[in-house]
């Protein structure tokens, strides 16, 4: 049977124990300052010890995940701390598909897929000068939303370009990768899925919002010295919180996750394996708005280690997100088809 390896970050100890429950032998490359962390858990069979992980890419880490036999299931962390380029030129198979990272790390196009995947999604603007609505401005590679602010027409989104380039908060060289996108107001929710090609279906497995700071701690100042006392919020994430949406709101959950399957299918073949979450705001009129996809496990299924409400309606026992990866790993060694889920 073959092991389980993922990097010790992240949801590592959800693929982890998922990977115990079926029966999986489980390899941690960690960084050693991490591995008394994860020894509190029984649940790793092998460490393998790293100093950063992008060592993960070296030729002997590769080789000794290729003895074990493993399957590497990627998370966040792997693909912030990991190149594309040393992703693709890995030798162990990577549980889903690698090849849609780029299309992950592009926002243009992941801008393009969604819309392909029948989403409605918020407006981009090209030119600063056409900003006519609320906007929100992503730099390039900003992780947690630092550096995000909000423009409410072209002159503010100006105005605060130069405070930034004055405070030296980005360079010049941030504004070419600069991304404007129409905000959208509302409330935000995340649902996880996966996409099974071994029972050939898609399923929604669980549902979360972020918890952000500074954004959701900007109500605990009295909203005359918002302005003055946190003038740019960040999104950084620190945790998540479980949610269940009106049942009403399900279908079409489905119908874009289906969508979303079918446009990576036919533009980023192998298409979409395994885990995915959709990132979108619900506006006042039940709308929702897609900003995001994250073509992998994300840390919001963490919450969701004994199962979540969604989870409970495909399986008869607890079923998180790790453990669905290891299932669909299982089932496709038993049946040798492991090329079906792996690139
Ligand atoms: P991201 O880095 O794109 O995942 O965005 C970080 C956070 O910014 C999200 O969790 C949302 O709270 C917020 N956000 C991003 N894009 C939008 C948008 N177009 N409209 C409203 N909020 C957004």
Redesign the pocket.
């Known amino acids: 049977m073959v092991s389980i390896a993922t990097l010790g970050s992240h949801s590592a100890l959800q693929i982890l124990k998922g990977a115990k429950d079926e029966g999986l032998s489980t390899i941690l490359i960690c960084q050693n300052s991490r591995k008394s962390f994860y020894e509190r858990f029984n649940l790793v069979d092998h460490f393998i010890s790293v100093n950063q992980f992008s060592e993960i890419g070296h030729q002997e880490i590769q080789q000794q995940l290729m003895e074990y036999d493993s399957v590497l299931v990627p998370h966040g962390t792997l693909i912030s701390s990991v190149s594309l380029d040393s992703i693709e030129q890995m030798e162990v198979p990577f549980f889903g598909n690698k090849y849609i990272l780029r299309w992950e790390a592009d926002r243009n196009l992941k801008h393009k897929l969604m819309k392909l995947a029948g989403m409605k999604v918020?407006r981009i603007y090209n030119n600063p000068e056409e900003i006519d609505r609320p906007?929100?401005i992503?730099f390039p590679g900003?992780e947690?939303?630092r550096g995000?602010f909000i423009a409410k027409d072209s002159k503010d989104y100006l105005k605060n370009i130069n405070k930034m380039l004055g405070q030296k908060l980005i360079n010049e060289k941030a504004l070419e990768g600069v991304f404007i996108?129409?905000?959208?107001?509302?409330v935000?929710a995340?649902p996880h899925y996966f996409h099974s090609p071994i029972l050939d279906r898609t399923e929604l497995l669980g549902v979360d919002r972020?918890y952000?700071s500074d954004?959701d701690g900007l109500g605990r100042i009295p909203a005359n010295q918002q302005l003055e006392l946190m003038p740019i919020p960040t999104?950084n994430?620190v945790g998540n919180i479980p949610l269940v949406l009106r049942e009403s709101l399900l279908p079409y959950l489905f119908d874009i996750g289906e969508g979303l399957v079918k446009a990576a299918h036919k533009n980023v073949p192998p298409g979409m394996l395994g885990a995915f979450c959709i990132?979108g705001?619900y506006d006042n009129i039940n709308r929702f708005?897609v900003?995001?996809f994250s073509a992998r496990i994300v840390a919001g299924t963490n919450l969701f280690i004994n199962g979540s409400p969604y989870s409970q309606l495909y399986f008869n026992e607890p079923m998180s997100m790790g453990k669905r990866i290891a299932y669909e790993i299982r089932l496709a060694t038993e049946q040798n088809v492991l090329d079906q889920i792996t690139t």
């Open positions: 918020p906007v929100i992503k900003a947690g939303g995000y996108q129409e905000y959208v107001f509302g935000p995340y972020r952000e954004v999104y994430v990132e705001v708005i900003f995001e």
